[in-house]
């Protein structure tokens, strides 16, 4: 009896053992059915793209930690992946999150090197170069003043610099190119320029009113019309420091120049170095035949003014007169002045800088003076010129004044000079003692 007993619960035993094992069979088969091909698809790009990826800082790598964030990404897309009864849903995620990351990664690839032209960036500096060794520094005409050399070179090298750099963009080389020009300009407004043929007069001011430019237009110093008080020019110490070396004008006294042809030339230039010790809007400081041929003057707020007369190509006479524009001048400092005129166009410059270009005249010849009038430096006329007539043409009055400042170094050419000439003019002038 016990063994029947035995035997049936063996049998009960391993029915329900049996019914467990088939019982799990039946919870397997409940995982669902799923796709792998595009997760693995996106796992094996992914894991490609990050294994041929370098991590630097040049074009076409990855800056750290690129990588190790994309490797993470694909670790995690992995575990998903194996997960146990993994969903079709958990999967898309999991791609769609991997793909998101993959973006952000090739978002961080640093770019490749644009293309661009070298040509004219390697001809402007090999151009520049070449200008430059060849160059010499000196105060003779055709050399550069001293400086000027270094100055280029850095210029050169700045250039050089940019056409070296790593992913140079073709903006940055044509930026280049711009500046070496720019810098050329400004080596070539260094060069002393022999203009001696052109010269017509130079009066140094050095201790009197002979004119150095060897043609004989030598000033004699006068006193001014007794009604500023006759005063003569006195000799001052000038922009450099040295003791009479230049002239003060103060009362009227005055250099009179014998006036001839040479000075109404049909174009023009006048340059001074002048130092104002007071405003005045009749402020003369050289004149032929004031408003009659051309007269040279300071007017109110400081202003360089010139004024022109002349007969139009038809025939009928006109008087131009226009000022500096912007271009002032403070008190009791040296300023290089300048003037260039001739039918239909004047241009000022201060200290070599072109300040006001005016061309709203028509062209024309400039009248002579009268015979009887010479050109005067340092006040709007001859004292001698003046008269007490009424109605005078020359008669006497406040605004025919005479300069309140200190003049020197005063250049007439019957040229135009050139932006370039004026401002090397400055630059030589600036820093020398002409004797």
Same mark, same amino acid.
């Given at each position: 009896m016990q063994k029947k007993l035995l035997f049936t619960g063996l049998i009960?035993? /391993? *029915? &329900?053992?049996?019914?467990?094992?088939?019982?799990?069979?039946?919870?397997? @088969?409940?995982?669902?059915? +799923?796709?792998?091909?595009?997760?693995?698809? /996106?796992?094996?790009?992914?894991?490609? !793209?990050?294994?041929?990826?370098? @991590?630097?800082?040049?074009?076409?790598?990855?800056?750290?930690?690129?990588?190790?964030?994309?490797?993470?990404? %694909?670790? #995690?897309?992995?575990?998903?992946?194996t997960k146990n009864c993994v969903t079709q849903q958990e999967l898309d995620n999991? =791609?769609?999150?991997?793909?998101?990351?993959?973006?952000? &990664?090739?978002?961080?690839?640093?770019?490749?090197?644009?293309?661009?032209?070298?040509?004219? *960036?390697?001809?402007? *500096?090999?151009?520049?170069?070449?200008?430059?060794?060849?160059? +010499? =520094?000196?105060?003779?005409?055709? @050399?550069?003043?001293?400086g000027a050399k270094a100055d280029f070179q850095q210029a050169i090298n700045s250039a050089q610099t940019i056409r070296d750099k790593d992913c140079v963009t073709q903006q940055e080389l044509n930026y280049a190119v711009v500046a070496l020009d720019n810098a050329l300009d400004v080596f070539e407004s260094k060069k002393i320029i022999d203009l001696t043929g052109n010269l017509i007069a130079h009066w140094l001011f050095n201790g009197d009113g002979a004119d150095a430019s060897g043609n004989g237009h030598d000033g004699t110093a006068s006193a001014g019309h007794p009604e500023w008080g006759g005063g003569?020019? @006195?000799? #001052? =110490?000038?922009?450099?420091?040295?003791?009479?070396?230049?002239?003060? &004008?103060?009362?009227?006294?005055?250099?009179?120049v014998a006036n001839g042809p040479a000075f109404t030339p049909p174009e023009? /230039?006048?340059?001074? !170095?002048?130092?104002?010790?007071?405003?005045?809007?009749?402020?003369?400081?050289?004149?032929?035949? %004031? !408003?009659? /041929? !051309?007269? &040279?003057? +300071?007017?109110?707020?400081?202003k360089p003014f010139f004024t022109a007369h002349y007969k139009k190509d038809d025939g009928d006479p006109a008087w131009i007169d226009h000022d500096s524009g912007n271009g002032t001048l403070d008190l009791e400092e040296w300023y290089q002045v300048v003037v260039t005129y001739t039918g239909g166009k004047m241009i000022f410059y201060i200290n070599g800088e072109k300040v006001q270009t005016w061309d709203d005249f028509p062209p024309g010849t400039l009248y002579p003076p009268n015979p009887a009038v010479d050109l005067c430096i340092g006040q709007a006329l001859p004292t001698g010129v003046y008269t007490d007539i009424p109605d005078d043409p020359y008669e006497w009055k406040e605004w025919l004044g005479y300069f309140k400042g200190y003049l020197d170094d005063m250049r007439f050419y019957n040229v135009i000079l050139t932006d370039v000439q004026v401002k090397a003019l400055y630059d030589y002038e600036n820093v020398t003692t002409i004797e």
């Open positions: 009960l035993l /391993t *029915i &329900f053992s049996i019914a467990i094992v088939f019982e799990s069979c039946k919870k397997e @088969e409940k995982c669902p059915e +799923v796709d792998y091909t595009a997760i693995d698809k /996106t796992i094996d790009n992914a894991q490609q !793209w990050h294994d041929i990826a370098i @991590e630097g800082t040049g074009p076409g790598e990855y800056p750290p930690p690129a990588k190790n964030d994309l490797q993470e990404a %694909i670790d #995690a897309t992995k575990s998903v992946r999991a =791609e769609d999150a991997l793909l998101n990351s993959s973006d952000y &990664f090739d978002s961080k690839r640093i770019p490749d090197c644009p293309k661009v032209d070298y040509t004219e *960036i390697d001809q402007a *500096i090999a151009n520049a170069q070449q200008i430059h060794d060849n160059a +010499v =520094e000196g105060s003779e005409h055709g @050399e550069y003043l001293p003569m020019p @006195e000799l #001052a =110490e000038d922009r450099h420091g040295n003791a009479d070396y230049c002239y003060k &004008f103060v009362d009227g006294g005055n250099f009179v023009l /230039t006048i340059s001074v !170095w002048m130092k104002l010790y007071e405003t005045w809007e009749h402020s003369y400081f050289i004149s032929n035949d %004031i !408003w009659n /041929t !051309w007269k &040279f003057q +300071v007017q109110d707020l400081n």
